[in-house]
T-cell receptor
Framework: EPEVTQTPSHQVTQMGQEVILRCVPISNHLYFYWYRQILGQKVEFLVSFYNNEISEKSEIFDDQFSVERPDGSNFTLKIRSTKLEDSAMYFC???????????FGPGTRLTVT | DAKTTQPPSMDCAEGRAANLPCNHSTISGNEYVYWYRQIHSQGPQYIIHGLKNNETNEMASLIITEDRKSSTLILPHATLRDTAVYYCIVRGNDYKLSFGAGTTVTVRA
């Protein structure tokens, strides 16, 4: 069964450093998403992406964040200058169409020290 | 999107049906009810969704009341692996899924 994959599974970085989290969505899916979950808190939507454009973003997704689909398979989330409060699990998801069910990857645990 | 209300936790015996309630009294006509679950900090897993009619798939059944103000997710034969946080989400035209606190379901042997 096709699945969303994410790398790395765990990323440790120092405050102020740039990080790139990578995702490979399900191959025939057209819509891509990033969510995050701070330890012990709710899963929060960050951004949705379609046709090389952001289709929706939350207040969390400020200028420090960016997304890109650099090739036909990868979908990335970049955080330019990490802060301690960016420490969280980051989940990538994809769906065939915009309002279909979304399938999530296993997540990347980001720890900012 | 309409707000949902779920009990914070519930226990279930292994092998028995688990019935998970969700209230969504402010749901509007074009909003779907989605159910996801999250097993111990893994990525959320899609279970089922519906608009008006009851739905069934290999994982679960979804019963939506006629007025659509509440729904019940049924896991027909709960196993220990069904222990998870279950989220009921009402979704309209947004792309995003808005997760609440969900119901922590513990299946006991």
């Amino acid at each position: 069964e096709p699945e969303v994959t994410q790398t790395p599974s765990h990323q440790v970085t120092q405050m102020g450093q740039e990080v790139i989290l990578r995702c490979v969505p399900i191959s025939n899916h057209l819509y891509f998403y990033w969510y995050r979950q701070i330890l012990g808190q709710k899963v929060e939507f960050l951004v949705s992406f379609y046709n090389n454009e952001i289709s929706e973003k939350s207040e969390i997704f400020d200028d420090q964040f960016s997304v890109e689909r650099p090739d036909g398979s990868n979908f990335t989330l970049k955080i330019r200058s990490t802060k301690l409060e960016d420490s969280a699990m980051y989940f990538c998801a994809s769906s065939e169409w915009g309002r279909d069910e979304q399938y999530f990857g296993p997540g990347t645990r980001l720890t900012v020290t | 999107d309409a707000k949902t209300t779920q009990p914070p936790s519930m226990d279930c015996a292994e092998g028995r049906a688990a019935n998970l309630p969700c209230n969504h009294s402010t749901i509007s006509g074009n909003e779907y009810v989605y159910w996801y679950r999250q097993i111990h900090s893994q990525g959320p897993q899609y279970i089922i969704h519906g608009l008006k009619n009851n739905e069934t798939n290999e994982m679960a059944s979804l019963i939506i009341t006629e007025d659509r103000k509440s729904s019940t997710l049924i896991l027909p034969h709960a196993t220990l692996r069904d222990t998870a946080v279950y989220y009921c989400i009402v979704r309209g035209n947004d792309y995003k899924l808005s997760f609440g606190a969900g119901t922590t379901v513990t299946v006991r042997a």
